[in-house]
Structures are given as C-alpha cells and as structure tokens.
C-alpha cells in the first residue's frame, strides 16, 4: 500500500476515535448526576423525589431508586419543578452541585404574585418532591397498557373468569387522544355470571397547560344484564390539575345524550349532564400506583341516573410488567330498567 494511502487511513481511524469520545463526553456531561454519601456517582436522567425517595433512569439499569436522605449533593441537566417541605416556594429551576447535603437551584420561582429569577442554595433535607415536567406544545406521544386476568378452577363444578382492559394514550401538540377498549366473562359451571365487552373514545384539545375541551363516545354490550345496550356521547370544558410524573388529576363536565337497549328489545334515551374524573398517584419512586376513573351522569328532566368507574392499586415489578388488583362497577338507575354490575379483578398489566 502506498505511504500516503496508510498516512491517510490512520487519518480517518484517529478522527473516528476522536469524534467517537466527543460524542461519549458529551452524552455525559448532557446527564444528571447524583452524588451518594458512600462515594457512588449516578448518571442518568433525574425523573422524580417523592417520599425521601429519588428516582433516577440510568442508561445502564433503568429506573433506579435511591434513598434521597444518604444523597450528597446532585446537579440536573433539565429544568425540574422542585418544591420545599413548606410548600411556599415553588422553583422551575436547575439543579447544581453544591457542598454535601445542600444544592443550588438555579432557574424561576413561581408564587401567586409572579415569576423571580432565582439562584441560590438550599438543603437536601428541606425539599419535599421534584418532577420532571411534561411538555405540552409540540409534544408527541404514544403510551398504552393491558391488563389480562385469567382464572380457571376444575371440580365438580368447572368455572372460568377472563378479562381484558386495553388502553391507549396518543398525544400531539395540543390534541390528546385516548381510546379503551374491555372484555369481560365469568362462567361457574352452566351458569354465566358475566359477558360483556365496550369501549369508550376521548377527544381533549387544550387552549392551554391545564384548560381543555372535551369530547367523548361510550358504547357497550351486555349479553347478560337486563340493559344490554349502554351508547353515551357528550362534550364540555375539562381541567388538568396537574399531570407529571408523580401523576395526573383531571375533571370534566359534559352535556350530551345516553341511550340504554333492553334485552327485551325495548330502548330509551334521554339528554344528560355528567361529571368525570380521571386520577393517579404514583408512590415509592413510582414501585406502586393508586388510580381512579369514571363518571356519574344525571338525566335532564327525568330520573335516570348513572354511573360507571374503578379504583385500583398497581404494583410495578419494572417499567413493563406490573401486577394489579381493582374494583369496577357500572349502575344505571331510574330507567325503565335497572343495573348494579360491580367487578374485582387481579392480574397482569403490561405497559409501553
């Protein structure tokens, strides 16, 4: 090979190399880091304090959880929403490495009356939560859950009992899509205790961080129930309390229409007004979860009533897989038919 065609592709592998360690170097110091008070450094993205525990998504080990109180110092390459144990000061704000057991926030606080530039130390011990904030404009995203339960007892009497939740997340820019879907049968021996399947769509577009109007379609089939039939759609203005990475909390009230089919062929409609809620509430550096969902509706002069919701606790064995045990019911009241369905269940989520 000539000299200069060696000279040249020495060249190329030492500007490879040096491009390769720039990159490395820069993906580093683009990290959170936190310092623990037995010497371990830990790299990755700062998500969340909640409970004296920090929870932090490493590149090398997932989500790691840390016991804030044997934490040094820390420093954050993001802004983190940060709030004392006083709950008076409110930061939107960067963390900085200071000396151990404090950490400079370096960023705004945010009070009833306005926005201050702020840069100053503060103890580890007083700080009550940090999270990391979601962005609203602009953003894109898809998040989805399954939750499958299966139970099968062989005696005398055979019973099965299967169910099937399904639910999806889409989010871009000021639009916010969720669409869930369910499948719900028991049988104990000949006799079928429940056979039912539904869904529900849900249109929000926000005008801002937190007001947003809604629209929403439930439909569901009862093959067991004297009100076989259940189809609601309405709209109205809703409201995001909060929605971080702690959890979310938001209400909406909606006008609309609710038509009920009745196994004996008969059907009946009315216009309603309702009220939803939709929140959850992630515990121990996000390990377990406490949720609530559903609605309550009214008939507009007439005496229909109704309600549909769950409440449920999950346990997450990693960012995928969890276990969950819930409560659900749907009643309808009022009508020319009635209906109390209430449902426990226990099983498997998968998440992505």
């Not at 939107?92 to 201050?116: C, F, H, I, Q």
């Not at 503060?122 to 939750?147: H, Q």
């Not at 399904?166 to 639009?175: I, M, T």
């Not at 004297?226 to 929605?243: K, L």
Request: hydrophobic fraction near 35%; charge should be neutral.
């Amino acid at each position: 090979m000539p000299k200069h065609a060696c000279t040249a592709a020495h060249r190329r592998i030492h500007r490879f190399f040096l491009l390769s360690w720039l990159a490395l170097f820069a993906a580093c110091a683009q990290a959170g880091t936190v310092w623990m008070d037995n010497g371990d450094r830990i790299t990755g993205d700062i998500l969340s304090l909640d409970n004296g525990i920090l929870l932090v998504n490493t590149p090398y080990g997932g989500d790691v959880r840390l016991q804030f109180k044997h934490v040094k110092t820390l420093q954050s390459d993001k802004e983190l929403v940060i709030r004392d144990k006083t709950l008076q000061h409110d930061y939107y704000a960067k963390l900085v490495r200071a000396d151990t057991g404090k950490v400079v926030v370096d960023g705004v606080e945010r009070s009833p009356d306005g926005e201050n530039d702020v840069k100053t130390d503060l103890a580890l011990s007083s700080l009550d939560s940090m999270t990391a904030p979601k962005p609203l404009w602009g953003e894109t995203a898809v998040k989805g859950k399954l939750d499958l339960s299966v139970n099968q007892k062989t005696a005398s009497v055979n019973s099965q009992d299967y169910a099937a939740d399904f639910s999806v997340d889409a989010r871009r820019g000021l639009w916010r899509n969720i669409l869930t879907a369910g499948y719900h049968r028991s049988k104990d021996g000949d006799d079928i205790g429940a056979d039912n399947y539904g869904g529900d769509y849900t249109l929000d577009r926000f005008f801002s961080a937190k007001a947003f109007w809604q629209g929403r379609l439930r439909y569901k089939r009862d093959f067991v129930e004297d009100v076989s039939r259940q189809t609601a759609y309405g709209t109205g203005p809703g409201y995001q309390f909060w929605d971080d990475e702690l959890g979310a909390f938001s209400l909406s009230a909606l006008a609309g229409r609710m038509e009920y089919g009745y196994s004996d062929g008969g059907n009946e409609g009315f216009y309603a007004a309702g009220l939803r809620w939709n929140y959850s509430r992630y515990l121990s550096g996000k390990q377990f979860q406490v949720y609530t969902m559903g609605e309550v509706y009214r008939a507009l002069g007439a005496a229909g009533f109704g309600m549909n919701g769950e409440v449920g606790l999950r346990y997450n064995i990693n960012k995928t897989l969890s276990l969950y045990v819930k409560y659900a019911r749907d009643q309808v009241s009022g009508t020319r038919q009635s209906m109390t369905e209430s449902t426990y269940g226990t099983g498997l989520g998968v998440s992505w």
